[in-house]
């Protein structure tokens, strides 16, 4: 029993990572375009993140590092700040949210000026607890996360530029992405540290989460042995799948990647909006090689195992559904635990088959899914096409 | 006497003539290869110059120099390394024109080379006959393996840039297995050398000291093949026009699917030469840690920079694996070879991009012309 749990939690890294790159996939071709730039993005996203967090861990009060921390946390309180506001405007408060800026009136501006207090007080206390106390690691985790997020994105806007506004193959462009972030990494990581792998001393695993970790089965499951990652992957699970489902963005998302033409001709601007996508599904894959370097390693050394094109079966395998890429990146999560540790499975090791069988066991999935169901897969049917607006 | 004299001076002068034309023609088709080599370039230039000002110059002198720097043994070890380039380069070309894009050239090529060196390792056999045989073998398995994608994308209408990559990973895990299974060195943890007789024949009498063989000769053979099948018959004829339009082809009465599953597996079969020629060399050994093969990938710049021709592959090929040579070289300074890399990149990215750049450098050049314009009439009128 001891081994399946063991299992089950070395599952959940590698399940993370394909499930929150394979959500920023799942953007960009919900939305038309192919982002097989994933690998590069993560690639790029992990070696500045993972710089972050390397950084914070041993020059927390340099010069470089506070101007990290001030913007993330101006970041996360804003965020948040803008997400509660939006919910009390949501239940008929009268607020104070910046989401109200375009109002002109001089008692907004008040109501303006008041938060931008707030939200200046609450920055200013969180950095001051920093200070006072030191970073947290999980917090440490989270911003070097936060990082490799917006590196990731501002990479994908290359893409989005060159496959949106360019009219570029998609493939190609993405191609060149993925071949300059690797090369990109090593040249800088070499000059400024000789030596191209990036270590970080602490572990980020939680060992078991207090009181919800001693619930006999679930607690075993869920909290003991678990990255905040998993929690976040998770959240990130809802999220997208409220996005794509239920919001006005999401349905013009699916609208753009069905049929741009119509979506053009009812007034939705097909480029901008792809480049959003883009651009967020670039953020996803640069949290996602944070997440992959972080939980399955002690340094970053220029490479994330393919994770990305991983994620693209994972994407494909789940039909291009949020429900199916959770299902997808289960069952690729358990194969890569099977790959890494199927030596402790009595079973598996008296077979006698070395680790690569099980490594090629995700490829060939997602081969036959694609020759045998390919009539009945939901891909975008506008997916991989350039649009052009003189077309039709 | 005098009248001799001009009319042979009239003949130069034509001919000359002829020849600058030819050349000004070649350089408006090549015009956007050059572009994206020259903004590559800069932008590595750029690179260089905020890393190590002083030595950025010369180091992209050693760098286009390329393999020159080495003498005659560094033009042997070019020649050695551009062949496969050349080849893997025919073969993404050769399916653009089709219309696919084969990214799979990197798995082709694995496994061209790891039945090649089985071969050149278990089997005994003469001299010719062995290296013949290896690399046909070589040659074969490279086109089984760009068979499968072109079958799913003809059957079942798969998109063969997916396919295509689960069949790289595909192959780096079997190159790995086969290779511990049934030629592994254990002491280097890698695969067994080759037989003598299975070795290429070198070129060590012009190049002394290098790796060069007649891989390069086959490649060109191999490219002029190519052309031929491309532009000379029926065959060809009909690819491209599925390249063009797959409904206009199909409507013609094309057999398109037929069109695809050719493609695909000619274009296996130049990866799998690649492979074979790269690693019919005694003393090349594949490792045993999960790779994929870079040339692959070079060979997607090589088809964009050489527009997608098969003459054009040859030259970019030759010229691709010359900077490589450069990067090698250019260690001397304290650039990181990694540099080459990210040239590569901005070219590929440029190529992709090219056609609307050249959109947007025509506009400039129209307002500008049109600004000079206005301004040299109101000269005119004051």
């Given at each position: ?11 959940y ?6 499930l ?32 972050a ?5 041993i020059y ?50 008040l ?8 939200v ?51 493939v ?15 040249f800088?990581a070499?000059f ?9 001393s602490s572990?980020f ?29 998770l ?47 670039g ?7 944070v ?5 399955t390693s ?38 890569k ?5 199927y ?10 088959l ?9 490829f060939?999935?997602?081969?036959i899914?694609l ?22 | ?18 020849l ?5 023609r070649a ?38 120099i390329?393999?020159?720097?080495g ?7 070019t ?37 090649a060196?089985?071969?050149g ?26 068979l ?24 780096g895990n ?45 490649a ?7 052309h031929?099948?491309?532009h ?35 274009s296996g ?16 050994n ?20 050489g ?21 090698f070289?250019?260690?001397r ?25 050249q959109?947007?450098f ?21």
């Amino acid at each position: 029993m001891d081994i399946l749990y063991l299992l089950i939690q070395n599952a959940y890294i590698s399940m993370t990572v394909l499930l929150v790159v394979a959500l920023g996939g799942l953007l960009a071709e919900r939305s038309g375009v192919t982002n097989i730039a994933l690998e590069g993005i993560m690639i790029l996203g992990a070696f500045l993140g993972v710089w972050a967090i390397h950084g914070l861990e041993i020059y927390p009060y340099s010069l470089m590092t506070i101007v990290v921390m001030i913007v993330v946390v101006l970041i996360w309180v804003i965020s948040l700040d803008v997400l509660v506001n939006f919910g009390l405007s949501k239940l008929g408060f009268k607020c104070v949210g910046l989401n109200r800026l375009h109002m002109k009136q001089r008692e907004n501006r008040l109501y303006i000026a008041l938060n931008i207090f707030i939200v200046l007080v609450f920055a200013s206390l969180i950095m001051l607890s920093f200070f006072l106390f030191g970073i947290p690691k999980q917090i440490i985790l989270i911003m070097g996360i936060m990082i490799g997020g917006a590196v990731g994105g501002v990479y994908a806007m290359v893409h989005a530029h060159a496959s949106i506004y360019m009219k570029a193959d998609q493939v190609i462009s993405a191609t060149a992405l993925n071949l300059f972030a690797p090369a990109f990494a090593i040249f800088t990581a070499r000059f400024i540290q000789r030596g191209q792998q990036i270590p970080f001393s602490s572990s980020f695993m939680i060992p078991k989460i207090p009181l919800l970790g001693d619930i006999p089965i679930i607690g075993e499951l869920f909290f003991t042995r678990v990255f905040i990652s998993f929690y976040i992957a998770l959240a990130l699970l809802v999220i997208i799948w409220i996005i794509v489902y239920k919001s006005k963005f999401g349905l013009r998302l699916r609208a753009c990647g069905e049929n741009p033409h119509a979506a053009d001709s009812l007034g939705i601007n097909i480029y901008k909006l792809r480049f959003k996508a883009v651009t967020l599904s670039g953020v996803f894959a640069g949290m996602g090689g944070v997440i992959f370097v972080i939980s399955t390693s002690t340094e970053f050394n220029v490479t994330v195992a393919g994770f990305g094109f991983l994620a693209i079966a994972v994407l494909i395998f789940g039909n291009w559904r949020p429900s199916g890429i959770l299902m997808a990146a289960i069952f690729f999560g358990f194969t890569k635990t099977l790959a890494a540790s199927y030596t402790a499975i009595p079973f598996l090791d008296n077979l006698g088959l070395q680790r690569e069988y099980y490594e090629l066991i995700p490829f060939i999935a997602t081969l036959i899914i694609l020759a045998f169901f390919s009539k009945n897969s939901q891909a975008p049917k506008a997916l991989g096409q350039i649009y052009d607006q003189g077309k039709r | 006497m005098n009248e001799h004299k001009k009319q042979a001076k009239d003949v130069i002068v034509k001919i000359l003539k002829k020849l600058g034309q030819a050349i000004l023609r070649a350089l408006v088709v090549i015009k956007p290869s050059l572009i994206a080599i020259g903004l590559g370039l800069f932008i590595g230039l750029i690179i260089m110059l905020i890393f190590d000002a002083g030595d950025a110059f010369p180091a992209l002198g050693t760098l286009l120099i390329g393999g020159f720097n080495g003498g005659l043994r560094g033009i042997g070890n070019t020649l050695y390394q551009a062949a496969p380039i050349i080849l893997t380069g025919l073969a993404v070309a050769f399916a653009f024109r089709t219309g696919l894009f084969n990214i799979g050239a990197s798995g082709q090529m694995m496994m061209g080379a790891y039945v090649a060196i089985h071969i050149g390792v278990r089997y005994t056999l003469p001299g010719t006959v062995h290296w013949i045989i290896a690399f046909l073998a070589g040659m074969l398995a490279g086109a089984i393996w760009g068979l499968i994608p072109g079958l799913l994308k003809a059957l079942s209408n798969v998109n063969e840039v997916v396919s295509s990559i689960m069949m790289n990973y595909i192959a780096g895990n079997l190159l790995i297995i086969f290779i511990m299974k049934y030629v592994f060195n254990p002491t280097y943890s890698r695969s067994l050398n080759i037989l003598r007789t299975a070795e290429l024949p070198l070129l060590t009498s012009v190049f002394p000291n290098s790796t060069a063989n007649i891989g390069i000769f086959i490649a060109i053979i191999v490219v002029i093949i190519a052309h031929i099948i491309l532009h000379k018959t029926t065959l060809g004829f009909g690819l491209r026009a599925s390249g063009f339009s797959m409904p206009g082809s199909k409507y013609a009465g094309m057999n398109t699917k037929a069109n695809i599953i050719t493609a695909m597996t000619l274009s296996g079969s130049f990866a799998g030469m690649a492979g074979a020629i790269a690693f019919l060399v005694v003393g090349k050994n594949i490792g045993t840690a999960f790779e994929i093969f870079p040339q692959g990938f070079d060979g997607i710049s090589v088809a964009l920079l050489g527009l997608g021709e098969p003459i054009g592959a040859l030259f970019a090929g030759l010229f691709l694996a010359n900077i490589r040579m450069g990067a090698f070289y250019m260690q001397r300074y304290s650039f990181v070879p990694q540099i080459i890399d990210m040239i590569i990149a901005v070219i590929i990215y440029v190529t992709a991009i090219s056609a609307a750049l050249q959109m947007i450098f025509k506009r400039y050049g129209q307002q500008f012309k049109a600004w000079r314009l206005s301004r040299h009439e109101k000269k005119e009128g004051k």
